[in-house]
């Protein structure tokens, strides 16, 4: 299979700034799979994300999706309706005052017919659970809620690829849970690509594929199994490793043999009580 | 007599049109002097509302809210001081900011309090010195800063103002894991240094669990006050009002699902191992 | 509070004026206002009333909501009815007092000014009450859409609009959130000369214009990713359709106009 992004030794530096925000980046992501990017305030995700539907265009080097170069500007709007994007503050990418006029606004954009548009709305807003609040006003809803409609809102495009850039960041436990799930649920049974960037290490632990950047360079980049237990290059990245990762090597500094790649609470406690039978 | 006392609370939003809505419903609390409080509950409990009580933002639609034994409604100047002895933090600060220079707007506290060039210039140093911003920043406009930055100058800006208490509403949304631990570590030394009372409002639960207390609200009201422990022991409960449960509580949670003999009421990561081990060597012993 | 404001006039419902084609709505209200004006008779004011108490009965609109529209209008409906009352000059005198004389031509004037200003609010809130600022932007923009033609951006107008009203409710929020964030900060807005007020609103407008700025930042962004260019080669969801109770709102218009003719011509 071919990959879906392939992303070629980019580099790319804000204007006026001293340092390049992304330094040589490659990247291979396949059709179906949910990678998560870690990284610290100032790593260079927000950027990377960037360029994956061409807001920005690299100084050095090539972005592909599905085969189009991002440089081109003609493949523009091909590339934006396959790569959607959702962004922190919910808030400020809701542009209609009822829910389902603003999900319409994508293909209304495309110039999509009438009757399949008022089709995808109902099916974006049916696969983000918000299908009950179709007619309500955006404002009124609350922070979790308000994402989902945003991920509606980008769905309605038909994209292959969805790429969130911290769209959890400003929600409180439970929205920060019906975001995640909604997202998983496109990812597992929609087969949509998933790119989730993040600062929650337990989000990221539901990934196939963890990259962790670093002063615009991928500097670790394996399955969370291979990436979590590794929790002295986590924390000299100023990272935190997961809560499970840190109760393990706990308990094996202890003399308990568990074994580190356990990494939601689920598993975490099934290799405890297997070890201490 | 408990430094800050709410009596039979109760706010009501847009009273008397089809919008009306309790945000508080006849809530009491007392909080002592010295303590670090939680205040925990997801968005919409009432948690936001009843800060802007505390410095008499927001007037009760009923109830009285004491600080020092004394109404802080009871007259103009009693508004206003109360205003200056609970300092709050709102959630995302940063907005906040408007001066043309990161000192001028720590500044902008303390001269709203009248106090002469000298003492504001030693308190605004000595804010920023405790939310770690170095006075090479002190002229930039504070517009350039970076995020984090922000979030720290504007914290200061309220530092500046030593309140008695200080009131902080998700003060490390957004920052990131390391961001996040020094800037707490930030604010837990200046309690220590300055003595005084912080109530932190949060549903980061790995924030609640280093408070003296927790209360958690839901839908206006109190459902929970007690130490962390405590609590922590009602999993159930707080995941059915919409919050999490600290990583060590879950997990403890689950080993005792599955018949693991754990005490009540683990909400660290150092417990639960500690428990855990301690199960290990008896599991040992009888063999 | 400034949370406490309620915006907006629309009140939802399922109704037949309600589901009326907003275009009908906005070419009616026109109708109406300019039937208004060719009023020459009381009796024209009773059949206005008329046809605006069945539109308010039809729309399940309470004379009580009308009457809490009208409110803040109290203080030009009494000044409008002073001025006729005591200005209008004649020689019917009614009532006389020293140098104030009112006129049966005064009285008169006064009432029917006061009646015409009534109506003619109380019939735009027919609009307003029944159609969602939405569905008022919708009608506008097909209405306004032969000026495309003429190189005028009705699209991006009808949008600039749709995204104010969205706005509304987050600016009046943030409003509120940094008010209270300087107000914690010891800010004084409400006492001190007109100057010194001037200069306390600093605070809460800077970072006010700041933050709508970084928003509409935002937002251009986000409707760039969803492939936003320009209103050419757009398409609707909702397609505007009349239906035959637009023929029927129609048709009720012209027979307000013509009765209102009818009764000014026979004088009653």
């Not at chain 1, 990017?37 to 599905?66: M, R, Y």
């Not at chain 1, 091909?78 to 009822?98: C, E, H, K, L, T």
């Not at chain 2, 009002?241 to 683990?266: N, S, Y």
């Not at chain 3, 399940?60 to 409008?80: D, W």
Request: net charge neutral; charged share 20%.
């Amino acid at each position: 299979m071919d990959p879906i992004i392939r992303i070629k030794n980019i580099s790319y530096t804000y204007p006026d700034a001293d340092r390049p925000a992304l330094d040589g980046v490659s990247l291979d992501i396949m059709p179906g799979t949910f990678t998560a990017v870690l990284g610290s305030n100032g790593s260079g995700k927000s950027t990377l994300a960037k360029h994956l539907n061409a807001i920005l265009v690299p100084a050095g080097g090539k972005v592909f999706v599905d085969g189009m170069d991002t440089a081109d500007e003609g493949n523009l709007l091909a590339i934006r309706r396959q790569v959607g994007m959702v962004f922190q503050n919910p808030d400020n990418q809701i542009v209609a005052n009822v829910v389902e006029d603003d999900v319409a606004f994508a293909p209304e954009n495309l110039g999509v017919e009438p009757k399949e548009i008022r089709r995808r709305v109902d099916e974006a807003l049916k696969s983000v659970g918000m299908y009950e609040f179709r007619m309500h006003a955006p404002h009124l809803l609350s922070g979790g809620q308000k994402q989902r409609v945003a991920i509606a809102g980008v769905l309605a495009m038909d994209p292959d690829v969805l790429v969130l850039d911290e769209p959890t960041a400003m929600l409180d436990p439970r929205g920060r849970r019906e975001v995640i799930a909604a997202v998983e649920t496109l990812c597992r049974e929609r087969g949509i690509t998933v790119v989730l960037i993040t600062h929650h290490m337990d989000e990221a632990v539901r990934a196939d594929r963890v990259l962790v950047l670093d002063k615009g360079r991928i500097v670790l980049d394996g399955t969370p199994q291979q990436i979590f237990p590794q929790t002295a290059a986590l924390q000299a990245l100023r990272l935190t490793v997961p809560d499970t990762v840190a109760l393990m090597s706990r308990l094996n500094a202890a003399g308990m043999d568990l074994p580190m790649d356990a990494l939601t609470p689920a598993e975490c406690a099934a290799a405890i009580l297997e070890a201490l039978q | 007599m408990s430094l800050i006392e709410l009596r039979d609370l109760t706010h009501i939003y847009s009273q008397g049109t089809p919008f009306e809505k309790v945000a508080i419903d006849s809530l009491s609390l007392s909080i002592e002097a010295g303590q670090t409080v939680g205040l925990i509950g997801h968005t919409g409990s009432g948690k936001s509302t009843l800060i802007s009580h505390l410095n008499a933002l927001l007037k009760p639609s009923s109830g009285t809210v004491l600080l020092d034994g004394e109404d802080i409604f009871a007259s103009k100047a009693a508004i206003r001081a109360a205003r200056f002895r609970v300092g709050v933090v709102f959630q995302y600060p940063e907005y906040q900011l408007f001066e043309e220079t990161v000192f001028a707007d720590i500044a902008y506290g303390p001269k709203n309090l009248k106090l002469d060039n000298a003492e504001i210039d030693r308190r605004v140093r000595e804010a920023a010195a405790f939310v770690g911003l170095d006075a090479g920043q002190f002229d930039r406009s504070p517009l350039e800063l970076s995020g984090g930055q922000k979030r720290r100058a504007a914290i200061a800006g309220v530092l500046a103002m030593e309140p008695d208490v200080l009131v902080l509403d998700e003060p490390t949304a957004g920052l990131d894991p390391a961001g996040r631990e020094d800037l707490l570590g930030r604010l837990f030394r200046w309690r220590e240094v300055r003595g005084a009372t912080i109530i932190l409002v949060t549903h980061d639960m790995s924030i609640a669990n280093r408070c003296d207390r927790l209360v958690v609200m839901s839908e206006g009201k109190i459902v929970l006050d007690g130490t962390p422990e405590a609590v922590f022991a009602h999993g159930e409960q707080l995941v059915s009002i919409g919050l999490d449960l600290p990583a060590a509580a879950h997990i403890a949670k689950l080993l005792r699902d599955q018949g693991l003999d754990l005490p009540a009421g683990i909400y660290t990561l150092d417990r639960l191992a500690e428990a855990i081990l301690a199960l290990r060597g008896k599991g040992a012993s009888p063999c | 509070m400034l949370k406490d404001i309620t915006l907006g006039q629309y009140f939802p419902g399922d109704t037949v004026v309600h589901r009326l084609d907003p275009r009908t709505k906005l070419v009616l209200t026109l109708v109406y206002i300019a039937a208004l004006f060719m009023v020459g008779s009381w009796g024209g004011y009773a059949l206005v009333f008329a046809a605006l108490a069945s539109v308010a009965a039809v729309a399940h609109i309470r004379p009580r909501a009308l009457l809490k529209g009208l409110k803040p209008l109290v203080f030009i409906i009494v000044f409008t009815a002073v001025l006729n009352l005591f200005f209008t000059g004649g020689d019917d005198i009614l009532f006389q007092w020293r140098s104030i004389h009112v006129t049966w031509s005064g009285l008169k004037r006064a009432v029917s000014m006061v009646l015409r200003i009534l109506l003619l609010v109380s019939g735009t809130f027919m609009l307003t009450y029944t159609t969602s600022p939405l569905a008022i932007t919708d009608g506008l923009e097909k209405l306004l859409s032969p000026l495309k033609k003429l190189h005028v951006p009705v699209y991006e107008l009808s949008l600039m609009m749709c995204i104010a009203l969205r706005f509304i409710p987050t600016l009046i929020e943030e409003t509120d959130r940094i008010m209270s964030a300087q107000k914690a900060r010891g800010a004084d807005l409400e006492t001190g000369t007109l100057p010194e007020r001037a200069k306390a609103l600093l605070p809460l407008l800077i970072p006010l214009f700041i933050s709508s700025f970084r928003r509409a930042d935002e937002l251009a962004l986000a409707m760039e990713c969803r492939c936003y260019n320009g209103g050419e080669g757009r398409t609707r969801m909702k397609q505007l359709r009349m239906a035959w109770q637009d023929g029927v709102a129609f048709a009720l218009g012209a027979a307000l106009v013509a009765g209102i003719l009818l009764l000014r011509r026979l004088g009653i």
